[in-house]
Structure formats: C-alpha cells, structure tokens
C-alpha cells in the first residue's frame, strides 16, 4: 500500500498555460539548504511562478541507492517550506529513468506552460555525460546555480563550451523562461558549501558509531 504523503506526490503538480515553473531534480537524499537556497533564488531573479522539485527514484549516475522515495519527499517537503514550491515524485509514476525523458513527457503535458531546468554548477561539469544532454537543452531553457568549486571550472566544462553562444548574461535572467532554445544561464547568489553527497556520508558514519 502506498503511503498517503506518497501517493500525492506521485501526481503531475497543477500547472496553467502562461505560467513559469522551474523543474529542479534530484535525488534529494537528503535535501538541505542549498536546495532552498537554489530554489528561492531562481523564483525572483527568473520571475517564477514555482519550482517543483523532482525527486528521483534514482540516479544513473550514482553508484549507490537512494534512500526509501517516500522518506525522501517527506524530508524534501519539510525542508522546502515554501508555498511556491512543490515536492513530487513525478518520475515514479511516469517510470522514466533518464531526465531528458522526464523532460520530454513534461514538455508534452504542459503545454503552454514555460518550462526550465535549474540545476547547480556542479551538475553543469558532467553534464555532457547525461544520456541526450544536448536534448534537454533543446527542450527548455537551462539556469545553472554557482556552486562552490565550480565558479570556473562549470562554465569551461564541455557542454557549456559547446553552447556558449547560447549562454545569456545574468542581468537578462528574467527573460530565460520564454528564449528560444537551447539558452542558459549562469547566476551567482549565495554559496551554502553542503552536498548531499557530505551529509550522507556523516549520517553513515554516525549511524555506525553509535
């Protein structure tokens, strides 16, 4: 049996035509404060109207399995504490396992609806090692969020190399959501140094010491 806070999440959030809804994925395990911080940010400097957040099943990326999905939306719903923002775990129910196939489904779902990807600096170094990265940026506008350690090394990372024409200047932000694809953007706010990759690695070590 699904677990109430679950099945909710498993649904498409609510979206109209018009709108501006920035997608943030991830595996969220756990969520933390750069997640809030990402968010909040990109809804004023991209003039938003939400920020769902993706919450995986899991990563083909990464060599270890997530925590129980519906730990990991209970945990992301208690740290976004935002009406703006809205925890899904969309993926589960559309059974996709690749973003660029979350994206497309979407894309087609939400018709009339601005979508962007949002994602940090970080992301942006291995992101020609996405199945159809070139894809998802041809699917919807990008904004990438300045991480720390990766202020230089993302932006001369090869994918941003090879759409470095398409990359517009921070002070046209606003106008990321509705530019032709692909476009991208490189904003820098404040810095929480935390990955989730560190605080699982200190939840872990905790847990086996006690």
Known sequence: ?????LRSALKLPFAA???RIGLFGGSFDPPHQGHLTVSVMALRRLKLDAVWWL?????PLKDHAPEQL???VAAARAMA?????????IEATLKTRFTADTLAILSRR???VELVW????????Q????????????LMPIAVYDRPGSTFTATAAPAAFALRRRRLREIDAARLPTRPTPAWIYLHGPRIALSSTELRAKRIKSAAAS
């Open 127 to 138: 992101f020609h090692r996405w199945r159809d990265w070139r894809r998802i940026a041809r």
């Open 55 to 59: 919450v995986t099943p899991g990563n």
């Open 118 to 125: 949002l994602m940090g600096g970080d992301n942006l170094r």
């Open 110 to 112: 939400l018709p009339g």
């Open 17 to 19: 035509p018009g709108q």
């Open 81 to 89: 504490r935002h009406p703006r923002i809205h925890v899904t775990a």
């Open 1 to 5: 049996m699904v677990d109430p806070a």
């Open 70 to 72: 519906g730990r990991r």
